[in-house]
């Protein structure tokens, strides 16, 4: 089975239960996407467990971008050579940034860790993609965080720069795609601000499935699996 998680915010122990639930085995695959970290209370856990799965498929999203931001200078030894001009302005503004975007709880954690491991991490998400696309059933899902800033039906995907993937919400009222057997998946923008009436659950409508059902806001951690067109919940605390 194929399954598509999105913004765990470091909520680990939901997680962990979510995966249970599903019964998720090294058979199935796990699409993520993207922002693993920040606000939750165990960044870290997420990451470095996600990491340790073959079976997992990471998309970049925006708390991906403003960690590897923030922490691509502040995560280099600082030395006699360069302690003089390592930081800029920008680079500590872009700290900032992050940190009150919920980011501190997961800079906090990152210093512990022990150099190798820092560079693991970092790499895990310079290396994540900012799109996939799977098929099922003769129908496709394009997999994005946010949504597609720009979108021509015309254009290929791969033009499309980092941004426009990682910041832009996708519009909800408007079918992306005129193939019905097209879909654009997202994250990012929580269910409990689509449906009408606040329900944090899967939204699945005009040619987009949302799977953000906002657990960082009170609401639920979704898995929705491509094969069975069902979605399985974790609640929060």
């Excluded at 990471?58 to 030395?79: C, F, P, Q, S």
């Excluded at 019905?180 to 994250?187: A, D, P, S």
Aim: hydrophobic share 35%; glycine share 8%.
């Amino acid at each position: 089975m194929r399954y598509i998680i999105s913004d765990i915010h470091g909520c680990y122990e939901q997680y962990r239960a979510l995966l249970d639930k599903i019964h998720f085995s090294d058979k199935d695959r796990l699409y993520v996407l993207g922002d693993a970290m920040d606000r939750g209370p165990q960044p870290m856990k997420v990451i470095q467990d996600l990491m340790m799965r073959p079976n997992v498929f990471y998309i970049a999203g925006n708390h991906d971008y403003m960690m590897l931001r923030a922490l691509k200078k502040l995560a280099v030894e600082i030395t006699e050579e360069n302690y003089r001009d390592h930081l800029t302005s920008d680079d500590l503004l872009s700290y900032f940034y992050w940190v009150q975007d919920g980011g501190r709880v997961t800079a906090d954690q990152f210093r512990t860790l022990p150099w190798e491991e820092q560079q693991e991490i970092l790499d895990y998400l310079r290396e994540a993609s900012v799109y996939e696309i799977l098929e099922a059933r003769g129908t496709r899902y394009v997999l994005v965080h946010a949504g597609i800033r720009g979108f021509d039906k015309n254009r290929d995907l791969g033009t499309y720069d980092l941004s426009d993937f990682l910041f832009e919400r996708a519009d909800y009222d408007r079918r992306y795609y005129e193939d019905r057997k097209t879909i654009l998946v997202t994250g990012h923008t929580p269910t409990l601000v689509i449906h009408p009436d606040g329900r944090p659950e899967v939204y699945r409508q005009n040619g987009h499935i949302a799977v953000d059902c906002g657990f960082v806001f009170g609401g639920q951690l979704a898995a929705y699996c491509v094969e069975t067109e069902e979605a399985v919940y974790v609640k929060g605390v």
